[in-house]
């Protein structure tokens, strides 16, 4: 019999901490939405205290995806328990995940706490958020780094004090597979109460482990793993959903186990997250990167040939990659481009989305002759990842050569006018971008840029993310033709459009009555807050 485990996502809350992401409301939610089709157990959708940013995220995903438990994170505080309930009410069913450092080194250094101290509030926020939430799931930060009786101890506490989740974080990717495996053994063995819990386990890849220590976690009775699409999070980031997934699955025959996550929609689920946080994935890595089902040698191929078995463990199918029969091109018309917008798993778009995207195919189709699947996906992750256009690129010109200063003309409109400006630069896309920035008047900070091809061939699309700042606000773009100057001015305005966004969202009514209890410090009378840090920088 297998046994059954649960998949914790937390791409919205740990991936999004990331260094250089920043997703909006709406961008999570559309994640959160295919999180919830792939079938994720429990989605932690953010740390609402942590920003308005946060908050409204939480809330909105809170109130429209179905079918998945959505977690909302807070420290061990009233503040943030109140926070977190505020926005995660609305939910189907909803599960606060409070947290407090349990090893010496973050309760000397960071919560200036003595153990004994942090046992209390532990129990004390747990039964609070218990008396809001009906699902408590409680986190010992840095665990793995925490003396084991006084674990034993905390987690005790906190399930006599209501939490049904007890998650063992190994915060800083710091333990060994037969280390954790132990400790999950220990915790078993040790804790009176465990039965009346669920095990679960959070491992950072600060040493490459993240992985085998989930998989180690589960071998040795944990029931719930935390993990990250792409394994994206904090520093080296966190366990890869898919490859402990996959991991599962394939040698199923190794640990009995099965979780609910259609693995077909993973490859997907996994383009989703790329597009919309800016990361590329690495071509060798595993499960979802380009190579991932790739065989070059002449050896393996010939073994591929004979018998796939020979050197595949896993089907590219399974994981949602379709060895395409239909190639399009400049006859392909719109039936057989919808179609092939089915086949590859885009099947909630909207009819205006497919408009814009048979649009853009057909006029790709003009200078392309065999329209790939690649190059669909980045015609639709353009179109769908379109803010409202409160600027639009209308036309450019550029100049460029080898001992001479380039320079570029950029035409731009808005609502009610048309800017057109040049500028000089270090090269033809420094040069548009200048004469972009003197458009929209602002100076704009580039933080990243990337390019790359979407397929092989000289016609291939350049696809451009651009990752920008300005004062505190960050963005992301995304652009792409077959001219690369091109596609670098379309994700350049794209990510302007999408700062220009966020800086018009209303703040909601909810956000309204938590600035205003926070100005009257309703959520922290008399709260014991003599150890909070700016929550952003806490964990
Ligand atoms: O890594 C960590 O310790 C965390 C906790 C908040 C669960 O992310
Ligand atoms: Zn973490």
Not at 57 to 66: D, E, F, M, Q, S
Not at 321 to 337: E, I, N, P, T
Request: aromatic share 6%.
């Amino acid at each position: 019999m297998s046994k059954k485990i649960y998949i914790f996502d937390t791409t919205l809350r740990d991936g999004e901490q990331s260094p250089g992401i920043s997703l909006n409301a709406n961008e999570k939610l559309k994640i959160a939405t295919q999180l919830s089709e792939l079938g994720v157990d429990i989605i932690e959708a953010g740390f609402p205290i942590a920003s308005n940013g946060d908050f409204e995220g939480v809330r909105l995903i809170a109130k429209n995806v179905r079918n998945s438990t959505i977690a909302a994170l807070a420290r061990a505080s009233k503040n943030d328990i109140d926070g977190a309930w505020e926005a995660l009410k609305y939910a189907e069913r909803p599960r606060i995940h409070a947290f407090i450092a349990t090893s010496d080194i973050h309760m000397k250094y960071k919560l200036k706490m003595s153990s004994e101290e942090v046992l209390g509030k532990a129990v004390e926020m747990v039964a609070y958020a218990r008396g809001l939430c009906p699902e408590v799931e409680f986190s010992p930060e840095d665990a793995t780094r925490t003396n084991p009786e006084f674990l034993y101890r905390v987690i005790e506490s906190v399930i006599d004090a209501g939490a049904r989740v007890v998650n063992i974080p190994d915060t800083v990717g710091y333990s060994t597979p037969s280390e954790i495996g132990a400790l999950i053994r220990n915790i078993r063995n040790n804790v009176s109460n465990i039965d009346r819990a669920t095990i679960s386990v959070h491992c950072h890849n600060d040493l490459g482990m993240a992985v085998a220590n989930s998989l180690s976690a589960v071998e040795n009775g944990a029931e719930q793993v935390e993990c990250t699409i792409n394994g994206l999070g904090e520093r080296a980031g966190n366990a890869a959903l898919e490859e402990v997934v996959m991991a599962l699955k394939t040698r199923n025959d190794y640990y009995s186990t099965s979780t609910r996550i259609v693995t077909e929609k993973l490859y997907r689920t996994s383009s989703m997250v790329s597009f919309s946080t800016g990361v590329h994935i690495q071509p060798n890595k595993a499960i979802v990167g380009a190579n991932a089902f790739a065989h070059e040698s002449g050896i393996h191929q010939h073994g591929m040939m004979s018998n796939s078995k020979t050197y595949e463990i896993m089907t590219p199918e399974s994981v949602g990659l379709k060895q395409s029969q239909m190639v399009l091109g400049k006859h392909s018309g719109r039936h057989a481009f919808e179609e092939k917008l089915k086949e590859m798993g885009y099947c909630n778009l909207e009819q205006d989305e497919i408009n814009e995207a048979f649009q853009m195919f057909k006029d790709l189709a003009d200078k392309k002759k065999y329209i790939m699947d690649r190059d669909i996906e980045a015609l639709v992750t353009q179109g769908s990842n379109k803010a409202p256009e409160t600027y639009k690129l209308e036309h450019f010109q550029t100049s460029s050569g080898s001992g001479i200063t380039s320079t570029s003309t950029v035409k731009i409109s808005c609502k009610d006018c048309i800017r057109e400006e040049a500028a000089c630069g270090d090269g033809p896309v420094d040069a548009t971008f200048k004469a972009i920035d003197r458009s929209v008047g602002m100076r704009i900070k580039l933080d990243e840029y990337s390019i790359k091809a979407s397929t092989g061939g000289k016609d291939a699309l350049g696809e451009v993310t651009v990752r920008i700042s300005k004062d505190n606000l960050k963005s992301v773009g995304y652009g792409v033709s077959t001219d690369i100057i091109e596609a670098s001015a379309k994700a350049y305005v794209n990510a302007i459009n999408n700062m220009e966004s966020r800086l018009r969202e209303p703040d909601t009514e909810e956000i309204k009555v938590l600035k205003l209890a926070k100005d009257k410090n309703y959520f922290g009378a008399g709260v014991e807050d003599d150890w909070e840090f700016e929550a952003s920088n806490l964990i």
